[in-house]
């Protein structure tokens, strides 16, 4: 257990649907980033946060938002989903941007 | 533009050898390196991570280099392993400007019995 928590493991939706990921960083890490993974593919970075406000933005769609709450705890949202949004969504944190992140398990969504 | 380039994007060993894997960035100002190892469908795990001064860091089987000068890093694997089957990938951070770390598209590195 890296004390990253995702939730939940796997997400089958349609088309068109809207869903949100959850994730809860390591005691102690104010940053949380998010990573998309297709496959084969390399970690792509989406957005980060840092004690709950947006710090950067990567290759993140419109259709997609983020957030972090007081608790420090992040959801990012996808909306008017594609097939081409199946991925793997890694999120991970740290105590900042200079040192090694920890990732959690993912969230494999797949739309169909 | 910042960018990580790994090599080879594939390799397989059989069990019992080294290995080498690298990583050249175009990174600046480089602030560190780190070297992941992501299992399939699994999140990437931290191996080490080094700061411009340091040249060699071990962790276990693990050896990693890092040559500032020419913006070269590699990842040295002694008596594989099974279990080191995975995607190794290299990421670079910057100390100015972007927080946003620039990631290698990995190794595949597959050991065989």
């Known amino acids: 257990d890296s004390g990253v928590t995702q939730t939940p493991k796997h997400l089958i939706t349609a088309t068109g649907q809207r869903v949100t990921l959850r994730c809860s960083p390591r005691?102690?890490?104010?940053?949380v980033y998010w990573y998309q993974q297709s496959l084969d593919q390399g970690l792509q970075f989406l957005i980060q946060y840092y004690n709950g406000e947006e710090r950067a933005k990567g290759n993140i769609l419109e259709r997609f938002s983020a957030q972090q709450f007081p608790d420090l705890h992040s959801e990012l949202n996808l909306s008017s989903l594609e097939l081409g949004d199946s991925a793997l969504y890694f999120c991970?944190?740290?105590?900042?941007?200079?040192?090694?992140?920890?990732f959690g398990s993912g969230t494999r969504l797949t739309v169909v | 533009k910042n960018q990580v380039e790994q090599s080879p994007q594939s390799l397989i060993i059989l069990e019992g050898k080294n290995c080498t894997l690298q990583?050249?960035?175009?990174?600046?100002?480089?602030?560190?390196l780190r070297w992941y190892k992501q299992d399939t469908g699994r999140g990437p795990v931290s191996l080490t991570i080094?700061?411009?001064?340091?040249n060699t860091k071990s962790n276990r089987r693990y050896t990693a280099t890092l040559d500032a000068d020419t913006k070269q890093s590699s990842l040295h694997i002694t008596a594989s392993q099974l279990s080191d089957s995975a995607s190794y990938i290299c990421?670079?951070?910057?100390?100015?400007?972007?927080?946003?770390?620039?990631f290698g598209r990995g190794t595949s590195l597959i050991v065989h019995p």
């Open positions: 990583c050249n960035y175009t990174v600046s100002p480089f602030s560190n």
């Open positions: 990421v670079v951070s910057s100390s100015g400007g972007s927080y946003i770390p620039t």
């Open positions: 080094m700061t411009f001064s340091e």
């Open positions: 991970a944190s740290s105590v900042d941007s200079n040192y090694g992140y920890t």
């Open positions: 005691s102690g890490d104010l940053s």
